[in-house]
Nanobody, 121 residues
Framework: QVHVGESGGGLVQAGGSLRLSCAAS????????MGWYRQAPGKQRELVAVIWSAGDTDYTDSVKGRFTISRDNAKNTVYLQMNSLKPEDTAVYYC???????????????WGQGTQVTVSS
């Protein structure tokens, strides 16, 4: 089983910063990519940022230039540094890990429980 755990959410004023962390643990053979999604009340879950094993990254347009995703492969950990936060960034942020548990297993996606980020105006 692969366990995904997030931390680092909280309440911050507009213009402030937060850093989210997510660690994958358990039976892991290899990780393909790690990413962050978010879901605001009444809205669909959306991809915020993703980072692949080689270090390539991609961001949704609304966070480009403000958020930075990074990963520590040795620790199976991904981070999301969020700067210049806006009230519209308020959401539950979910970490996702796409990994295989053993050699030749097809890649599967695993989700964390989510962490609340609230940005006050």
């Amino acid at each position: 089983q692969v366990h995904v755990g997030e931390s680092g959410g909280g309440l911050v004023q507009a213009g402030g910063s937060l850093r989210l962390s997510c660690a994958a643990s358990g039976s892991i053979f290899s990780i393909n990519n790690m990413g962050w999604y978010r879901q605001a009340p009444g809205k669909q879950r959306e991809l915020v940022a993703v980072i692949w094993s080689a270090g390539d990254t991609d961001y949704t347009d609304s966070v480009k230039g403000r958020f930075t995703i990074s990963r520590d492969n040795a620790k199976n950990t991904v981070y999301l540094q969020m700067n210049s936060l806006k009230p519209e960034d308020t959401a539950v942020y979910y970490c996702t890990v796409v990994a295989s548990r053993y050699y030749r297993e097809s890649l599967k996606g695993y989700w964390g429980q989510g962490t609340q980020v609230t940005v006050s105006s």
